[in-house]
């Protein structure tokens, strides 16, 4: 397709924020990979300290029948619970690596100009801005309920409306009629807008 329209620098920098959080990502699920394969694989034994065999030891004297039952019942335990947390990293750790990928891909769409680029960016802001509101919501219920700090409430309400007007500025920019142009979804105006 030979395009002579020139990529709009809004389109850049939302690029180039789409390859900072996708890196940011792929680090966090390469992260969460390798401590969920950790805890999954090291024995809980390994973590037990002097100061508890110590206290192990004076158990035992006080107790030497029922301690080490009571002790294997604990390690096994606290060794289900290791795995389980390990299988839950590692689950997590492979979502957060396949989204930070996604990124990437969808960054390179951006700087191309693809138009699936875009109709994923414009999806993923919508949803976006849907999980600001009702995190900003359920966030204000919690606090109000539970929570009589008032100050990390309008912290939290702040932080959630600047969220959903960035993505409101990302969202009207990208049906900007130049950027839509770029993208394919449009003809070009004759009034180029930055």
């Known amino acids: 397709m030979d395009r002579q329209i020139k990529r709009p620098i809004g389109v850049t920098i939302i690029a180039i924020l789409t390859i900072i959080g996708g890196v940011i990502l792929i680090f966090g699920g390469i992260s969460l ?3 969920g394969a950790f805890f999954t694989s090291v024995p809980i034994d390994v973590f037990i300290s002097e100061q508890m065999k110590q206290q ?5 004297l006080q107790q030497p029948e ?4 009571q002790e294997l019942q604990n390690a096994a335990e606290l060794q289900e619970l290791a795995r389980f947390l390990g ?3 590692i689950v997590i750790g492979a979502i957060v690596l396949a989204v930070g990928i996604g990124y990437l891909v969808v960054s390179y769409g951006l700087l191309k100009g693809k138009g699936w680029a ?3 960016t414009v999806i993923l802001t919508i949803i976006a801005i849907a999980v600001q509101i009702v995190s900003g919501v359920t966030a204000s219920m919690f606090d109000a309920s539970f929570v009589d700090d008032t100050n990390s409430f309008v912290t939290g309400i702040i932080a959630q409306i600047v969220g959903i007007a960035i993505n409101g500025v990302i969202l009207y920019y990208l049906y900007r009629p130049n950027v839509k142009a ?3 979804r449009s003809l070009p105006s004759t009034n180029i807008q930055r």
Do not use: A, D, M, T
């Open 87 to 89: 299988g839950v990293g």
């Open 33 to 35: 990979l390798v401590f």
């Open 56 to 60: 192990q030891q004076q158990l035992q």
């Open 182 to 184: 770029f993208f394919g």
């Open 66 to 69: 029922q301690q080490p039952q």
């Open 118 to 120: 875009w109709i994923i």
